[in-house]
Every structure is written in C-alpha cells, then in structure tokens.
T-cell receptor, first 112, second 114 residues
Framework: GQQLNQSPQSMFIQEGEDVSMNCTSS?????WLWYKQEPGEGPVLLIA?????ELTSNGRLTAQFGITRKDSFLNISASIPSDVGIYFC????????????FGGGTRLMVKP | DGGITQSPKYLFRKEGQNVTLSCEQN?????MYWYRQDPGQGLRLIYY???????QKGDIAEGYSVSREKKESFPLTVTSAQKNPTAFYLC?????????????FGSGTRLTVV
C-alpha cells in the first residue's frame, strides 16, 4: 500500500526552539493534513493543505504542501511545553483509493 | 456539541473472549473508520465503512469484525482469533468518503488482555 515516510521519528528540544518535521512519499498526493495526538487521546486536525505550494499557518504552526506534491512540511515556532505529543502527517491519493494514508508520526518532547 | 464518542475508555479482556468497542458519532458523517495504534507506532487501518450496511477490510482486519447498521454507529468486535489484541483503538469519521476534509477522531479505547 501507500507509504508516507515521516521524519524525524522523535525530537527532544528545549522550550523556545523551533521545530521542523516532514513527510515524503514516492506517490503524488492531492491533500496533505497534519494532526497532533496528545497522550491517551485521539489525533486532532491542525492544518489541511489542498494545493501544491500552499503555505498555511495556525498560530505558531506553519505547514507547506510541497511543489512536487510528494511531500509536506510542518514547522512549529518558539515551542512551549504543551506542544508535546505525536504529530502525524496524512495524505490523500488517488492511488490509495482516495483514502487517507498516515505517516508513522513524530514524537515531540519539550524540555522547559 | 457534535462529536465522536468511543466507549469504554479502558477495557480488559481475558484470553479467548470476544469484546466489542463502541463508536458513535452525531456529526452526520457518511464514512467511519477503525484504527489500531501500538505503543510508539503509527495508525493501522482495521476496517472502514463509507456507507450504511457496507464496510471494507483495511490492512489488518484479521481477528476483527464490524457492522454498520446505522449511520451513527460503527462497533468493532475484537474476536478470540486476534492473537495480540492489546493496543489503543481509535475510531474516526469523515464527512465524505475520500476524507479530503480530514477525519474526526474519537478519544480512543485502550484494550488490555489479562
């Protein structure tokens, strides 16, 4: 099936630092989504991207739909302790029957 | 408030027993999904349903069964045939089958075999 390679798998950063993570695939995607999952809870949608090159912000979070349509990036500026969680990318592709494919997640830990 | 509700939050199962996890949504979403998440891992699709009275196997359907008799409900049964059922189970729904507007997730059920 479709695969989304998400990296890094985990990050341990100091409060105030900026964070970058990305998802890549060998397939073209029509939609990219970024989710955050807090411990013991379900993922919550952060940002949705629908056009190649699109750059969208949600507070301190900024995500981009790669121009090749095979990748997406999420940046978090000035991290705070409540940013802790697992961040998942998800992509929608015709090749996957238009279903969402999820990346393996990036576990973010923030040291106060 | 509209949302998707999973119950129970924690469930313990003895080996050899079947258990059913509940998932209810009042979002009027057509499609519903079940995912399994193991510690430190991503989401793996068990079953999905794009319309009432129809459902499809996902990547890891063996040992699981579902039904979709009502639009609002998509219960998952973990059968005794599932050899390693201990995991976090997530139910999700989407307004349309492609999920291009994203999935709304429940808060999960943690199943432990004792």
């Amino acid at each position: 099936g479709q695969q989304l390679n998400q990296s890094p798998q985990s990050m341990f950063i100091q409060e105030g630092e900026d964070v970058s993570m990305n998802c890549t695939s060998s397939s073209i995607f029509n939609t990219w989504l970024w989710y955050k999952q807090e411990p013991g809870e379900g993922p919550v949608l952060l940002i949705a991207l629908y056009k190649a090159g699109e750059l969208t912000s949600n507070g301190r979070l900024t995500a981009q739909f790669g121009i090749t349509r095979k990748d997406s990036f999420l940046n978090i500026s000035a991290s705070i302790p409540s940013d802790v969680g697992i961040y998942f990318c998800a992509g929608q592709s015709v090749n996957a029957g238009n279903m969402l494919t999820f990346g393996g997640g990036t576990r973010l830990m923030v040291k106060p | 408030d509209g949302g998707i509700t999973q119950s129970p939050k924690y469930l313990f199962r003895k080996e050899g027993q079947n258990v059913t996890l509940s998932c209810e949504q009042n979002l009027n979403h057509d499609a519903m999904y079940w995912y399994r998440q193991d510690p430190g891992q991503g989401l793996r699709l068990i079953y999905y349903s794009q319309i009432v009275n129809d459902f499809q196997k996902g990547d890891i359907a063996e040992g699981y069964s579902v039904s979709r008799e009502k639009k609002e409900s998509f219960p998952l049964t973990v059968t005794s045939a599932q050899k390693n059922p201990t995991a976090f189970y997530l139910c999700a729904s989407s307004i349309e089958p492609t999920g291009s507007y994203g999935y709304t997730f429940g808060s999960g059920t943690r199943l432990t075999v004792v």
